[in-house]
């Protein structure tokens, strides 16, 4: 019987794991897919934070243009300032909930553990829309939302209002990130 030989591995096969490994490693780090969902108090702010973000925007594309007008560029500066202003207090006022993509198959487990009724199974429904919201609504929930929380907020709420939260949770369940390469990507030298 004849001992052995060790060799080394050929160089691009080395040079082609690093880079695998590499790969995998970001990967494994990528993170789970996000979404906020932005909520105010005060409608009034939120109309005049847009309407000076408007303002500010039309303002500076009229200066782009005519960039010797002195009168037009300090009305832009003005109105630069008031959107800041405007920021501020529409920022204050504003809340903001996150929701990430939950890992593997707990999406489908949660699905499981709330079934439809028989009624609402027979209306196309795939889960239970009593207890479902709630649950994936604090399953989802960066923000550490408790499940008796989202269902307080899920009852007190308006529908509008509680058709955002919830589809805030479901959307980062189908928040794709990635691309079949169909020209969209980064392009490769």
């Known amino acids: 019987m004849s001992a052995a030989v060790h ?3 050929p160089a691009a096969a080395v040079a082609a794991d690093a ?5 995998m490693a970001r990967l494994r780090a990528r993170k789970a897919a996000e979404v906020p969902l932005y909520l105010w108090q005060d409608q009034g702010l939120r109309d005049r ?3 000076a973000l408007r303002q500010a925007k039309n303002l500076r594309q009229l ?3 005519d960039p010797g007008n002195d009168a037009l560029a300090k009305e832009a500066k003005a109105a630069e300032a008031a959107l800041e202003e ?3 207090a529409y920022e204050a006022d504003c809340e903001v909930l996150t929701f990430r993509a939950l890992p593997g198959d707990a999406f ?3 699905v499981k553990e709330h079934p439809p009724t028989e009624e609402q199974a027979e209306s196309g429904s795939d889960w239970n829309e009593d207890t479902f919201p709630a649950a994936l609504i604090s399953a989802a929930s960066v923000d550490g939302m408790s499940e ?3 269902t307080d907020l899920l009852a007190s709420w308006g529908m509008a209002d509680r058709v955002e939260l919830f ?3 479901l959307a980062a369940q189908n928040t794709k990130r990635s691309d079949w390469g169909k020209g969209s990507g980064p392009t490769r030298s």
């Open 19 to 23: 880079h695998w490994s590499a790969k």
């Open 148 to 150: 008796d929380e989202a």
């Open 49 to 51: 934070f847009e309407e």
């Open 86 to 88: 405007a920021r501020a």
């Open 108 to 110: 489908a487990e949660l």
């Open 167 to 169: 589809q805030a949770a």
């Open 7 to 9: 060799t080394e591995p």
């Open 63 to 65: 200066v782009d243009a």
